[in-house]
């Protein structure tokens, strides 16, 4: 580990050579599916794994393909088998050595993170002393996994228990693997389940160091396994495999809708936690200086590849050109560049097709009329040298945002702020409404009683009050409508990752053959 750190702190070299020298360091033996205990590495098509700030390509890999998907199978079919029966109080000491093993590894992966999504070095610390954290709060669930006594008619003693599913599934986006990865594997892994996480092909690193690390907090070989590979090869298999239990999806809408339907096929039931276009409304008594750098945050921090993203800002008529003009001032003052500079605010997109769809949109947005008010230009850094040919984005506001607009109802995934305004209470809750997405939205205003009443209004899962973005392990997390269904956080979430066995035991010998109920 001294050396990876090393050589990202110490070293001037281009980023493209410092991500080979990092990846090299840590996987000697190669890129593949992780599966009892290493790496093995597969002979399909090769995927190239790109360099977001440079557009240079790092490495490549071969697919494992379906032989890949059969390897984890296999390996989390005899996990669960081990840790679905393991004592819970033992499950929970391993969880909390897990996460131990994590914090103390928090640069390494968090130094992972960044060379292969871009993601800024600040924002990958972060994310990384988080998935320490939802493995320490989810062993506190690890033992207190319990049933109930139900009454009933006759001599019987009846009670509940919940059994693990065996085998659960998570595939998880490219935006922020590493997040992802812990946030659906702490809650299933302590209802006592053996976890395979699908991540994107393109950044699937940090995600086989998080299934390291937890084999050498003492977590039973095959438990924890990651399928690196192609989605429409491993991934298909896994979603359509009968040795899955469940299967949780984070995802575009319309890839989502396709695994859903594939895993029904097959009797899998699936949690989906998909896109969002969510509604940030600023009421003109709200603290707007607050207000400005609450709204830049929610859209703009990491590059806006966030399914919460506060992308609509919808800002009360008589304080628009006031409050539009401090966030535009936050905006020109964010600072981009290179990921691995800790100073670093905004980095790249994930890749040049998300470049041209988010680019696209820009261009949409302005054909029907909105005026670009940011994101004209770039810093001179990102126009020149080593730069120059990667994936990049301004952060652009877009000012005059109308309900017929496409902006109006298309997840950018960029960093792309559409600004509308509205008169009134009621108008500001029917714009934040007129989307099929449900996952987020916020309010800012001084009235206590409004912004109640508009947190109960708003059609979202998690909604905010003079803030954004602020999301924790211990509160449910999903969506509304096409935002998806099921929750992935929380106490409720051991339920998700659980079944209702009912057992009946007679407490007294019968004296006639035992009724029954045809069901």
């Not at 033992?90 to 999504?117: F, G, M």
Request: net charge negative; aromatic share 6%; hydrophobic share 45%.
């Amino acid at each position: 580990m001294t050396t990876i750190l090393e050589s990202v702190r110490g070293s001037s070299t281009h980023p493209a050579e410092r991500a080979r020298t990092l990846i090299a360091e840590t996987f000697a033996d190669g890129i593949g599916v992780y599966a009892n205990g290493r790496v093995h590495v597969g002979s399909g098509d090769p995927i190239e794994l790109i360099d977001a700030a440079t557009g240079e390509s790092v490495l490549s890999y071969p697919d494992p393909g379906t032989a890949g998907a059969d390897i984890v199978l296999d390996a989390a079919t005899q996990g669960a088998k081990i840790w679905g029966v393991m004592n819970p109080f033992d499950r929970a000491e391993i969880l909390r050595a897990v996460a131990k093993n994590i914090s103390d590894h928090q640069e390494e992966l968090a130094i992972l993170e960044t060379v292969t999504t871009g993601k800024p070095l600040r924002d990958a610390r972060v994310e990384a002393g988080r998935v320490a954290q939802m493995f320490g709060y989810y062993a506190g669930w690890a033992d207190k996994v319990t049933g109930q006594t139900i009454p009933v008619p006759g001599d019987w003693l009846t009670y509940t228990q919940r059994v693990p599913w065996g085998v659960v599934v998570a595939v998880t986006p490219w935006n922020a693997p590493l997040n992802t990865a812990g946030w659906n594997s702490a809650a299933p892994l302590a209802a006592g389940n053996a976890v395979i996480i699908k991540p994107s092909e393109f950044t699937p690193l940090s995600t086989i160091r998080l299934a390291q690390l937890a084999e050498e907090a003492g977590l039973p070989a095959g438990v924890f396994s990651v399928a690196v590979g192609m989605g429409t090869t491993i991934g298909a298999q896994l979603s359509t495999d009968r040795r899955v239990g469940k299967l949780s999806f984070i995802g575009s809408v319309p890839v989502g809708r396709i695994v859903a339907r594939a895993a029904a096929g097959a009797g899998i039931p699936v949690v989906l936690e998909l896109g969002g276009k969510s509604a940030n409304i600023v009421f003109a008594d709200a603290d707007l200086d607050q207000a400005a750098m609450g709204a830049v945050n929610a859209i703009f921090a990491g590059a806006g590849q966030s399914c919460v993203a506060g992308s609509r800002l919808l800002v009360e008529r008589s304080i628009h050109d006031e409050f539009v003009a401090k966030v535009v001032d936050h905006v020109n003052n964010l600072r981009l560049g290179d990921p691995l500079d800790p100073t670093t605010e905004v980095g790249p997109i994930i890749s040049r097709r998300q470049v041209e769809t988010i680019r696209g949109l820009i261009g949409s947005g302005q054909e029907d009329g909105a005026t670009r008010l940011t994101g004209t230009s770039a810093p001179a850094g990102l126009l020149n040298g080593i730069f120059a040919a990667g994936n990049w984005v301004i952060p652009t506001v877009l000012d005059g945002v109308e309900p017929d607009h496409r902006l109006e109802t298309t997840e950018v995934f960029g960093p792309v702020l559409g600004v509308s305004t509205f008169d009134s209470e009621e108008e500001a809750v029917s714009r934040a409404n007129a989307t099929n997405f449900g996952l987020a939205g916020a309010v800012w205003t001084s009235d206590v009683a409004r912004a109640h009443r508009v947190a109960a209004a708003v059609k979202s899962g998690t909604f905010w009050i003079n803030s954004y973005k602020t999301i924790h392990v211990a509160v449910p997390f999903g969506g509304f409508g096409d935002s998806g269904h099921g929750r992935s956080s929380g106490p409720g979430v051991i339920d998700e990752y659980t079944q209702l066995k009912a057992v009946w035991v007679p407490t007294a010998t019968p004296s006639a053959p035992f009724p029954s109920m045809q069901r």
